[in-house]
């Protein structure tokens, strides 16, 4: 707005050209015109927590830290394929989306973030940018602090010393998920399916009904998650469950699943060299085994299905997708 009220004061007529970009900024602020909330004061005993962001050109990483400067909590999630957008935009979605990661726990405290972008801290403190699609996600950060009453403030770290780099830049099997062709086989032949059990809101798998992502649970706070850590919730009958655990965790999810009051979940598991421990539990609630395609073993049971897939040589994790 400032920008535009400039150019038109160096030129001998006064009228100010309404474009996309000025309208839009307009139409943000107008919210004042009917607004009658109040924002009420931060108590004087400083409720203060430090949080670290940081973003790659692939994913971006957040850690809530101690008083004493220890890693609480660290968070992480990939951009989508195809995102090319600049680092410095990358760097201030990072920050909201930290943010609303976290939104329950940092309500009404004073916040401390550490960034190692000079970008987004001089964008902050000036309180816009020149680029839109950083000034739009600045807006939404400012809207964002504004409804859950946090007093912001940001500093420069350097990146080595950056405490949320590492799970920036992090890549882990955990993360890895079913290439798009090999979910519509799945869902197709046991779907639809409502809730993936073990997922990121990047990587959850998309419903065959209306195309969004599936309602998920994801292993830390994030913005579009249901629940965090599937251990801790509450399987209930009449879902369709969808679940591609760590290999780690096959069988402590088992043991799980088989405690829970869940009536129907696809898996999708490994075909492991020596037989793993957990098999014969598995064997033991199947009743017949259906070989699809020569890369897909399927149990199926009374309300269940238990999708097996085969580790052959020919699979290769591709942007941690698996694909053949």
């Known amino acids: 707005m400032n920008a535009a009220l400039s150019r038109a004061s160096k030129k001998s007529h006064s009228v100010v050209p309404l474009d996309n970009a000025l309208r839009g900024e307009i139409e943000f602020w107008r919210f004042l015109d009917s607004w009658e909330d109040v924002i009420p004061w931060l108590p004087e005993r400083h409720l203060q927590l430090s949080l670290a962001t940081d973003s790659s050109l692939f994913k971006w990483g957040a850690t ?113 998920m079913l290439a798009p062709h090999v979910w519509h086989l799945v869902e197709a032949s046991y779907g639809p399916h409502t809730v993936d059990l ?56 088992l043991a799980f699943l088989l405690q829970s009051a869940a009536t129907r979940c696809t898996l999708v598991l490994p075909q492991l060299h020596p037989t793993p421990w957990w098999w014969p539990m598995l064997k033991n609630y199947t009743r017949c085994l259906i070989l699809i395609l020569s890369m897909l073993i399927t149990f199926q049971d009374i309300g269940w299905h238990i999708l097996t897939q085969l580790l052959i040589p020919s699979y290769f994790l591709k942007r941690w997708k698996f694909e053949p």
């Open 64 to 176: 809530l830290l101690t008083p004493g400067g220890m890693v609480e909590q660290s968070l992480s999630d990939f951009w989508a394929t195809g995102d090319n957008r600049p680092i410095h935009v990358k760097e201030t979605h990072a920050l909201l989306k930290a943010v609303e990661s976290l939104s329950d726990r940092l309500r009404n405290h004073r916040l401390d973030v550490s960034v190692d972008s000079m970008a987004l801290l001089g964008a902050w403190n000036r309180q816009g940018s020149r680029d839109p699609v950083m000034a739009d996600l600045l807006k939404q950060l400012f809207q964002l602090t504004c409804s859950l009453n946090i007093d912001l403030k940001l500093s420069f770290v350097p990146s080595e010393f950056n405490p949320a780099d590492a799970c920036s830049r992090a890549l882990s099997w955990a993360d890895a």
């Open 198 to 253: 073990m997922a990121l809101d990047s990587n959850a798998m998309v419903s065959s009904r209306d195309g969004q992502p599936l309602r998920h649970f994801t292993p830390y706070p994030m913005p579009r998650s249901s629940g965090v850590n599937v251990f801790a919730q509450e399987l209930v009958p009449g879902e369709a469950y969808y679940c591609y655990p760590p290999i780690c965790l096959v069988g402590p999810f």
